[in-house]
Structure formats: structure tokens, C-alpha cells
């Protein structure tokens, strides 16, 4: 893998997390629709429309052929996307929904750490600082209040924690699959659909909410619940995925500030201190500022022995 591909899939990377910043102001546009018909429709929307996509771009023997993938990479794939979205529900379901979502959102500091295991790389005490100042930043906007630890809270708590660990692990775990093309990710997205809409029909009320906006649901489907499902496949196989990872944290602050200019949210003090942390955050983990040794100098540096030298 060159430099530039690299590069380049490291910028949709980026582009996948500035499309998640849209995911809340969606939703609240979206209306009161259940979570796993939302999830439902969104997947699937994205997988038919990638299938149709790629079939009249001449790929659709390709397409045929991915449905021979092993089945670990099915496991992968499903239980990344799915699974996720499944556990995400169930801790929003039962534990208050800022501290589920803030314990959820460990996924970026887990993919800076996980990243250490995958092979040619290393974990480096700035990786884990950075990855931590962004962690502790991204709290301050998601869970201003802190967690109650309630233990009436604890199955939410556990499924949260599950979630950022099936995510992380997810994005990682998709390098040592670079191989498999990101075609592959419709299918995926379609078994996911599949098992959301069981859920939907197992645990949530039937019937399309009237206050319900379906342009705001296929937006959704469109972008952070579809396309960036693709790009992401692609950015976490090929891009520099530590560094992706710390600039998830910008996610939430972006997302912060669309609700805020759509007067869904007010402006606050701590939005600057979140961000300020989340730029430090970055810049130390990425290894762009942190404690160095100083280089010796020549002058410093102890004489060379020479032949004729006894050392004494």
C-alpha cells in the first residue's frame, strides 16, 4: 500500500466522520420513528441503492462473488454493523441516554489502543495521552453531569461498553480483511437491515409515526446511516487508523454546533473547552507535539577511541 493511497483513504476517513456530525440533527429532524425500524430503513435504503449502483457500473458479477466471502468476514461485517446498532438501542434503552452515549463513545480511544496489536504497529504513550485528552473532551459534551452509576443502570451500562468494543474492534479488525473489497459492505448492510427490521417487528410499536419526516430518513439512509458505512470500510482498510481515532473525537463537537445553529441546542462555554481539548488531544497523539529528547550535538558527545587509545 503506497503513501497516497494512503493519504487518500485517510481523507474519506475524514469525510465519513464530518458525515456522522449530521447523524443527531437527523434523527431530530427524522421524528419520533422506532430505532430499529429507523436503522431498518436507513440499511437497507443504502444497500439496495449501492447493489443497483454498482451492478450498472459493470460490477455486478463482483457483486455475485462477494456473497462467497468466508464466514468470518459475514461475522465481521454483520456483527460490526449490526451488532453495534443493536447494543447502542439497548443501553439507550436502559440507562440515561447521555451517559450511555458517553460511554458508547469509547470506540475511539479503544481503535488509537487496538490499533497496537495489528502487525507493523506500536503503541506509544502519546497515542494513549492523546487518545484520552479527546476521550475526556468529547465527555465534556456528551456528559456534562457525569456517570450516576446507579446499578439499575448497569445492563445499559454493560451494552454501552459492549457496543464501543464491537465498534473499535470492527474498524480494526476490517485491516486484516484489506483484501475484501468495499463492495462487500452492501451485503453486510442488507443482513443488517434484515435483523433490524426483526427487532422492529419483535420489540417496537408497528405503524409510521405521523410527526415522522421521511426526507429526514433518507438523508439519514443517504449519509451517516448508509454511504459512510462504505467510505469508512474503506478508510479503516487502507488509512492511518490511529489517527483516525483521535480526529473521531472532532465528531461530537461538530455535531454540537449543527444542533446549535439549528436552535435545537444552545451555545456554551464548555463547547470551546471541549474542543480545545480535542485539538490538543490530537495533535499529541498524532506525535506532533509532545515531550522529545533533545538531539546531542557534536560537541557534546563523548571522543571516539581511537586504535592507538589504551582507555586509560
Not at 429507523?38 to 444497500?47: I, K, M, R, V, W
Not at 443517504?222 to 454511504?227: D, H, K, Q, T, Y
Not at 480545545?276 to 571516539?304: M, Q, T
Request: glycine share 14%.
Amino acid at each position: 500500500m503506497t503513501h497516497r493511497t494512503s493519504h487518500t483513504a485517510t481523507l474519506w476517513g475524514v469525510s465519513t466522520l464530518l458525515n456522522w456530525a449530521t447523524l443527531a440533527l437527523l434523527t431530530q429532524l427524522a421524528g419520533p420513528v422506532p430505532p430499529f425500524l429507523l436503522t431498518g430503513l436507513c440499511l437497507g435504503g443504502a444497500s439496495v441503492l449501492a447493489l443497483v449502483v454498482y451492478t450498472l457500473s459493470g460490477q455486478g458479477e463482483a457483486l455475485v462473488a462477494n456473497l462467497k466471502q468466508p464466514l468470518r468476514v459475514w461475522v465481521l461485517g454483520v456483527g460490526g454493523l449490526f451488532g453495534y446498532h443493536f447494543l447502542y438501542f439497548v443501553a439507550q434503552q436502559n440507562a440515561p441516554s447521555a451517559e450511555a452515549g458517553l460511554i458508547s463513545y469509547l470506540w475511539p480511544l479503544l481503535i488509537v489502543l487496538l490499533t497496537g496489536l495489528l502487525p507493523g504497529e506500536r503503541l506509544r504513550w502519546h497515542h494513549g495521552v492523546g487518545g484520552f485528552a479527546g476521550f475526556v473532551g468529547a465527555a465534556l459534551l456528551i456528559g456534562p453531569n457525569g456517570l450516576s452509576l446507579s446499578g439499575e443502570y448497569g445492563l445499559g451500562y454493560m451494552a454501552a461498553l459492549t457496543a464501543a468494543f464491537v465498534w473499535s474492534g470492527y474498524s480494526v479488525l476490517s485491516r486484516l480483511f484489506a483484501r475484501v473489497p468495499t463492495t462487500m459492505v452492501a451485503w453486510t448492510c442488507l443482513a443488517s437491515a434484515g435483523l433490524s427490521i426483526l427487532c422492529h417487528g419483535l420489540w417496537e410499536p408497528r405503524g409510521w409515526p405521523p410527526e415522522a419526516s421521511l426526507w429526514a430518513v433518507l438523508a439519514l439512509g443517504l449519509g451517516p446511516v448508509g454511504s459512510a458505512f462504505f467510505t469508512w470500510d474503506y478508510a479503516v482498510k487502507r488509512g492511518d487508523l490511529r489517527l483516525l481515532g483521535l480526529l473521531a473525537y472532532f465528531t461530537p463537537v461538530l455535531s454540537t454546533l449543527l444542533l446549535i445553529t439549528a436552535g435545537i441546542a444552545p451555545a456554551t462555554p464548555t463547547l470551546a473547552l471541549a474542543t480545545g481539548l480535542i485539538v490538543v488531544g490530537a495533535l499529541v497523539g498524532s506525535g506532533h507535539i509532545g515531550i522529545r529528547r533533545p538531539a546531542r550535538s557534536a560537541a557534546s558527545a563523548p571522543p571516539r577511541r581511537t586504535t592507538g587509545d589504551s582507555g586509560r
